[in-house]
């Protein structure tokens, strides 16, 4: 498979960016980039600790200007954060730089995949379900406007969600299908 545009993956925090991130790069040949990940390493810290020492306005700064960078690079597969959509200028950034695939989850799969997680700032609240559900409705609509494609994440495997992401990029002509088995017809 030979992308022709970089692929950014968008959605609520636990919707599994930097997991199927990571499977959707090696399939199609890709490096694979967690844009929360840059960010760690140029701040030299967590970023729930960023977040605590300097606030969310100084971490979406910083988020924008990686957005930035890492979208306008070399052909990747790109994990962002789960409110990178929150900047018009990310969203700018996402739509017209590559293909963006919204991974779509409900709040309360969301909560069953996050419950017991203590990484994820924004979850460090006395009702993460309640937490979900009002990051989903602020985002969902920013995700949405942002992204080419919606894969609902549910219940399917990583290699399921793999596989859908793959058949939309390829029904968009963006990859190439695999070549037809040795000694096989291809189509005039």
Do not use: C, W
């Not at 959605?11 to 960016?17: E, T």
């Not at 957005?67 to 597969?77: C, F, H, N, R, S």
């Not at 950034?93 to 779509?104: A, K």
Request: hydrophobic share 40%.
């Amino acid at each position: 498979m030979n992308p022709t545009q970089s692929v950014f993956l968008v959605g609520l925090p636990g919707s599994g960016k930097s997991t199927v991130g990571r499977q959707l790069a090696r399939r199609l040949g890709l490096p694979f980039v967690d844009s929360d990940h840059v960010i760690e390493q140029r701040i030299g810290s967590s970023i729930r600790a960023f977040f605590d020492r300097e606030g969310e306005a100084a971490f979406r700064d910083l988020e924008a200007q990686v957005i930035d960078e890492v979208t306008a690079g070399p052909l990747a597969v790109i994990a962002t954060g789960g409110g990178a959509v929150l900047r018009p200028e990310n969203r700018v950034h996402l739509h017209e730089r590559g293909r963006v695939v919204y991974l779509r989850s409900t709040p309360e799969d969301l909560f069953r995949r996050l419950r017991h997680d203590r990484h994820r700032p924004l979850l460090q609240v006395a009702d993460p379900l309640a937490r979900l559900k009002d990051l989903h409705a602020q985002r969902h609509p920013l995700y949405a406007e942002t992204a080419h494609f919606a894969i609902d994440t549910g219940r399917p495997s990583v290699a399921t969600l793999v596989n859908m992401i793959l058949m939309q990029l390829e029904l968009a002509g963006l990859v190439s299908s695999a070549p037809p088995p040795d000694g096989a017809d291809t189509p005039p």
